[in-house]
């Protein structure tokens, strides 16, 4: 292994440890008392982040040759709050009473989250102004969900993140057709 590829481990473990916690709560989908649809489409959305950021990381291993110990504290940013933030998410096991727990965490999770987009205005990740605008929105969102606790903006929020997994093209056509 060369020095990147152990430089990568650690942010890829990160992202992998709150995969496998998202992942463990799908379980809470196949029980209708477990099953709240806010909390169904927040994981839903953390666990395609959580894949595209893994996916993307290939990009920055390239970037990992000869950083600085600074540097590579500024890679662990996104891998480290995204990790908080689904720990704020996910309940334990014996959580049994999901609406509440989601409604109850709620303001730090969408705290979390327009930290983390936010991050990625940061010139260390790529700044690319095609998804500026969605991305500026989706902290706004998030702060308003934080702040005003308003569960109806998370379906908002849900639209907004299923319009960025369509291609940006097909997207644009979509919308001026």
């Known amino acids: ?92 096991s014996a959580e049994s009473n999901t609406k509440d727990y989601f409604e109850k965490r709620i303001r730090i ?5 327009a930290v983390f987009i936010s991050s990625h205005f940061l010139p260390a990740y790529g700044v690319t102004v095609e998804m500026d605008y969605a991305r500026i929105t989706a902290v706004a969102i998030c702060v308003s969900i934080s702040v005003t606790r308003r569960i109806w903006l998370v379906y908002v929020l849900g639209v907004l993140w299923f319009l960025g997994l369509l291609p940006l093209k097909e997207w644009q056509a979509w919308i001026l057709s």
């Open 109 to 113: 999770v969408f705290a979390l989250f």
């Open 1 to 92: 292994m060369d020095s990147t590829e152990y430089l990568a481990f650690v942010p890829l473990l990160l992202y992998g440890i709150a995969l496998a916690d998202l992942l463990g709560q799908w379980r809470r989908f196949f029980d209708k008392d477990y099953l709240y649809w806010p909390y169904f489409l927040t994981t839903v959305m953390f666990t395609e982040l959580a894949i595209r950021n893994v996916f993307l990381y290939l990009e920055v291993v390239r970037k990992l040759d000869g950083i600085s110990y600074f540097h590579y504290w500024l890679e662990l940013a996104q891998p480290i709050v995204f990790l908080m933030m689904v720990s704020a998410l996910t309940p334990d």
